[in-house]
């Protein structure tokens, strides 16, 4: 008998935690999800929002792509917490650092992906997230980006330049209603990449609320081009409820509305 998939639904897979370990001496928790019977297809490696404004690896799409995708689409979804970034799982050690001492977060992840063999490895960034995926993430070892409601905040002209020349493909989800880029900005913007494809997404904005579900179709439709879409919102098998709870408050957060350290803050017009 089928079941509708809903937020809290948990799919099989198997599901680990995990320990990163930064060039600057720091311990990162976080989690990785694979198929439960198969290899994966490919590997989707989480960059989450801005921390200080309630980002983490438990944000809202990012669980609901590590409970579903890997039964979903054969992927493995590794997820943690930034350097000072707390969720269920832990608090990851350091401080938050303005998208500096970052850099040794997204290259433990990938040396994390790479040390264990995980398959076709992509970032998936979010908000600042997606500064980090692009300042950092241009690494041999990684396949391409999909960015979430690009902000474009830190990140600089330049490290739009090293994708570029790579050639790798860099895809920008960019909400209708988003607070700080909108598609017709991020058009001019991502056109430095020649090879970047914008998707500006009707009706959406920066948090994604409502459209999870959207956001995980354009992600396996590039990371795992064989999969049938749209994804099912049935599932016929074992499933298991996740504890959301802990994150109604964190899922809201106002990001528009509250004042973070950093460069000046860029508003959609």
Request: with cysteine; hydrophobic share 45%; aromatic share 8%.
């Amino acid at each position: 008998m089928s079941t509708a998939i809903r937020a809290s639904s948990v799919l099989p897979g198997r599901r680990e935690d995990i320990e990163l370990h930064t060039a600057d001496g720091l311990t990162l928790v976080g989690e990785l999800a694979r198929p439960l019977e198969r290899a994966p297809a490919a590997t989707l490696v989480c960059l989450h929002p801005l921390p200080t404004h309630g980002g983490m690896m438990d944000s809202h799409v990012f669980r609901k792509a590590a409970w579903r995708l890997p039964a979903l689409a054969d992927l493995a979804v590794l997820r943690f917490n930034t350097r000072g970034t707390s969720s269920v799982r832990g608090t990851s050690e350091g401080a938050f650092d303005n998208a500096v001492g970052e850099r040794f977060d997204v290259a433990a992840a990938i040396e994390y992906a790479e040390f264990h063999e995980l398959p076709n490895v992509w970032l998936v960034g979010w908000s600042f997230g997606t500064d980090l995926a692009l300042k950092y993430g241009c690494d041999p070892a990684v396949a391409g980006a999909i960015l979430l409601s690009p902000p474009l905040r830190f990140s600089a002209p330049a490290d739009l330049t090293v994708w570029a020349e790579s050639g790798k493909p860099l895809t920008a989800l960019v909400p209708e209603f988003d607070d700080y880029l909108r598609p017709a900005e991020a058009r001019e913007r991502f056109a430095a990449v020649p090879q970047a494809e914008v998707v500006g997404v009707d009706g959406a904005k920066h948090l994604w609320v409502g459209d999870a579900e959207r956001v995980l179709d354009e992600i396996v439709r590039r990371t795992a081009p064989g999969v049938p879409l749209p994804l099912p919102t049935t599932w016929d098998g074992p499933m298991e409820t996740g504890d959301v709870s802990a994150y109604a408050d964190r899922t809201v957060a106002a990001f528009a509305d509250t004042p973070v350290p950093g460069p000046a803050q860029r508003r959609a017009e």
